[in-house]
């Protein structure tokens, strides 16, 4: 398994909130993403765009690979054509290092 796809022991690798300037250069970085909620429901979020059913889910799947080697799960609102993918983490009540990983991580999996 390649050390990206390694699940990670969050015991061993803590989080912590990103400030809002932190949030606000790595979303500068990100195609696509915004801000969503705010207080302890703050996340990024993006909706991508597929042709049909079988593509979103195709996307879907490999999302969940990869989000469970990170061993950070995404809220999704999965329909026919797109997916809406939400980012937080919950045990530091915001936006944390992780939520941008794996944002780079799920753009590249449409970037193929």
Partial sequence: MTT???KKDWSKLPRRALTATEVVANLAKLEGWSLSGDGANVAIEKTYHFANYYETISFVNALAFIA???DH???L???YNRCVVRLNTHDVHGISGTDFE???QFD???AL
């Fill in 4 to 6: 990206m796809l390694k």
């Fill in 68 to 70: 469970n080697a990170q």
């Fill in 73 to 75: 799960h995404p809220d």
């Fill in 77 to 79: 609102s999965v329909h």
């Fill in 102 to 104: 794996c944002a780079t």
């Fill in 108 to 110: 590249a999996l449409v």
